[in-house]
């Protein structure tokens, strides 16, 4: 794997980081998926496809991800003490530029959790084949300011639309307001499920998607608010389902600018499917409604 003679400064990597594309920012989470199920070769070849088709100097944030992966691979797969040492220092050194943290991932405790790795792996093979998968740490997303993420970026569609505002300082979801000024400036809701426009496209941070949930004081009103979960890469209008249940509903309706849903970013992992011939045994077996009792 050849050397990035260039690292570029934070302030430059800060200016290149919108530009990096979606197929880029996916493949990036696959990575990170698969190295949280102790995939680390897999991890490796993912991040290198992208490394191989990035040509600017951020490509050395990708290699440092690489070289971690590699390192563990070692550890894990080729059992190599040696190889273990070389890539995961190799690592450290092309990802220090980049702390504390770039393209949502947290660097700096990416980097403490491989130096720590660095001061515990074994010399022997032996030793190293015998390390249990639980021993090594998760890919870290980045978590700043005592728990707030990255911003959740909103684009608006039509003027008249507002912005997602939070209740409370500790609210988890983020009011969604009905926009309706394409709509005479208010909507009759029925029992047959219709979507409501907000007005508004989202993108969530990295390692995140958007869900839709219910507002509690409309569901007591006889309102049914569809569930509903928004993927990172959609970047189309953000429309709420929403229904009369029951005579309670009855009349109801939506003015422009009524809060009507929740937003929430919720983390996600991107697993991969693996076929297998059987699943191992639990308690519960393959009960199913009501077998776990009231």
């Known amino acids: 794997m050849a050397r ?5 400064s934070r302030a430059e990597q800060l200016a290149l980081e919108p530009t990096i594309p979606a197929e880029h920012r996916l493949e990036l989470a696959r990575g990170a998926a698969e190295w949280d199920a102790r995939k680390f070769f897999d991890a490796h070849e993912t991040w290198e496809d992208i490394w191989q088709v990035e040509r600017r100097s951020i490509r050395s944030f990708y290699q440092g991800l690489i070289l971690l992966a590699a390192g563990l691979h070692h550890w894990t797969g080729t059992h190599r003490p040696r190889g ?13 530029p980049y702390a504390p943290s770039y393209l949502g991932v947290d660097v700096s405790t990416m980097i403490v959790d491989a130096a720590a790795l660095l001061r515990q792996a074994p010399d ?30 909103v684009r608006r569609l039509r ?3 507002q912005l997602p505002t939070r209740g409370s300082e500790l609210s988890s979801g983020l009011d969604l307001y009905a926009e309706l000024s394409e709509h005479g400036g208010s909507l009759n809701l029925t029992q047959m499920p219709q979507p409501v426009p907000t007005g508004i496209a989202c993108a969530p941070p990295d390692g995140y998607e958007i869900q839709i949930r219910p507002r509690s004081g409309l ?76």
């Open 4 to 8: 990035v003679r260039e690292t570029p």
């Open 84 to 96: 273990v040492r070389i890539k995961l220092s190799s690592g450290i050194e092309r990802l220090v």
């Open 124 to 153: 022997r093979p032996a030793a190293l084949a015998e390390t249990s998968l639980d021993f090594f740490p998760p890919f870290r997303w980045a978590v700043t300011d005592g728990g707030t993420l990255g911003a959740l970026r």
């Open 159 to 161: 003027a008249a639309a």
């Open 219 to 294: 569901t007591r009103r006889g309102v049914e608010i569809g569930w509903g979960t928004v993927d990172a890469d959609y970047r189309g209008e953000l429309l709420v389902s929403m229904c009369l249940r029951g005579p309670a509903g009855r009349g109801f309706r939506i003015e422009h600018g009524d809060r009507i849903a929740q937003l929430v970013v919720a983390p996600v992992a991107l697993t991969s499917v693996e076929e297998v011939e059987s699943l191992d045994d639990t308690e519960r077996g393959s009960g199913g409604f009501g077998s776990t009792g009231r």
